[in-house]
């Protein structure tokens, strides 16, 4: 059965922290980070593993729903990390999950059976 569009099972949610290490966008290592949708949710974004990044409560609320790459040009924070970092995780993601399409592979972050 396929995920629905807004699946974030709390597993992957750990897994994207520890890939961050901290706020996707600053860099603080906060101990209480938020779930903030790269692509807003008003503009079409999806609550998956794809779109979530870590974000520290300052950077989520100061980002709310505006597009991410002019917002961290606004807030002068470096952009161009950001946008290699979170390439990088999808391409970790998509190796992931084409192992785990390969019989007897299992995936680390697909949902705990």
């Given at each position: 059965m396929d995920a629905a569009d807004?699946?974030?099972t709390p597993l992957q949610w750990s897994q994207i922290r520890s890939a961050w290490g901290g706020c996707a966008y600053c860099?603080?290592?906060a101990s209480a980070l938020q779930r903030?949708?790269?692509l807003p949710l008003s503009r079409g974004g999806r609550y998956t593993i794809e779109n979530i990044v870590p974000a520290c409560r300052s950077c989520n609320a100061s980002k709310s729903n505006d597009e991410v790459t002019s917002w961290m040009r606004r807030k002068k924070l470096d952009?161009?990390?950001f946008l290699l970092?979170?390439?990088a995780f999808l391409d970790s993601i998509a190796e992931v999950l084409e192992q785990a399409e390969a019989p007897g592979l299992p995936s680390r972050l697909t949902?705990?059976?």
């Open positions: 807004n699946d974030l860099g603080a290592a903030d949708c790269v952009e161009r990390s970092r979170h390439r949902a705990a059976s």
